[in-house]
């Protein structure tokens, strides 16, 4: 049961949850059911990245679900028993295992995979497979997170241990190297891509512009039907930004938050020590569950779930770990795609908005 009261209606813990947002939930289940009922990648090497990814973050009930379309597909227990020793076993082929390789390094730090990394699975995914794999991959890291922060995992003795034995997102990101960001696109824009401009519509994304419409559509419900207000979000995603490193997810500025009174100067007390700064306390309190939500999703936080419940509605803070998964999980896919200096300048973008539908 979640730690959060007065709940949605819903088949599920999750939806339930989710549902106290229930336009961003709708948009959401559009966006990250595309990857399976359109075949985006292989089902099977989906799923094994999936189930991979969620044993790494200790993501509980994410390891107890079974896609059917994977299932449909050939998977079966034994090969999902094998994912702990893919490296040596004989279930995986060269497709599988390449894809297993790039989830192990995005979950621990995207910005360490490497340019054979991404060649050997562009070779074996293609462009479009290759961007597609990599929003599953934030779909799966950022939502995984997202049920272990709310407490929507399996409650038997059997999980109570598997969350014991789980590395922490912290402790995973410990055992590499930290990565730069590569200079070099894994992926180029298709052809008709402009340059500048709208830089997530002029991306490699647009591959996959089915996927793209769906996540903007998304990504315009979480910012313009915010009831967190836009300054509080983008304090979340520039925190998440230079957590995990993305160069220019770092240097966007949402102008509705600029509106909101969110400025330079507040700005950069979004950084390490800001427990101790002049930010207000509900902007203190975003970036506590921030940092709760990147280094330690199912860890014990009943004092900051009580601060929480103390500033916020339930269904601001869902949309504030919606926020986070998307934050988190598309930051990595940029920086799992390449094409990024180390640094670039500060710029001003409109906030998202749902695009029209002749867009």
Known sequence: MSWLPGLAAGDSLFARVFGLRPALFEAWVDFASCFWTQALAPPVLLECSRLRLAALLGARSAQRARMSEAREAGLDEVKIAALANWR?????????????????????DAAGISDGQAARLRAELGDAGLVAFVQALAVFDGFGRFAEIFGIVPADAADAADAAAAPSPRAIGALVARGA???????????????????????????????????????????????????????????????????????????????????????????????????????????????????????????????????????????????????????????????????????????????????
């Not at 040596?88 to 621990?108: I, M, Y």
């Not at 990595?332 to 749902?354: D, R």
């Open 181 to 359: 960001p590569s200079p070099t696109p894994r992926v180029a824009p298709p052809p008709g891509a402009a340059a500048g401009g709208d830089p997530i519509r002029n991306s490699a994304l647009a591959h996959q512009p089915e996927l793209l419409a769906r996540f903007l559509r998304l990504y315009g419900v979480l910012w313009s039907d915010s009831v967190l207000g836009q300054a509080l979000l983008e304090t979340a995603r520039i925190r998440n930004a230079r957590r995990v490193g993305c160069p220019i997810c770092q240097a966007i500025r949402f102008a509705g938050a600029r509106a909101e009174g969110l400025g330079e100067e507040q700005v950069e007390l979004i950084a390490d020590g800001y427990a101790e700064s002049a930010l207000p306390e509900p902007h203190k309190a975003v970036l506590r569950w921030t940092d709760a939500f990147l280094d330690n999703p199912g860890g014990e936080h009943s004092a900051l779930r009580a601060e929480m419940l103390r500033l916020f509605a339930p269904p601001q803070i869902v949309e504030l770990a919606v926020g986070n998964a998307l934050f988190l999980g598309f930051s990595k896919v940029a920086l799992a795609l390449g094409g990024l200096p180390e640094e670039i300048p500060v710029f001003e973008l409109p906030s998202p908005a749902v695009p029209d539908a002749a867009q």
């Open 88 to 108: 040596s076993s004989p279930h995986f082929d060269p497709a599988e295992r390449a894809a297993l390789d790039f989830t192990e390094q995005f979950v621990a």
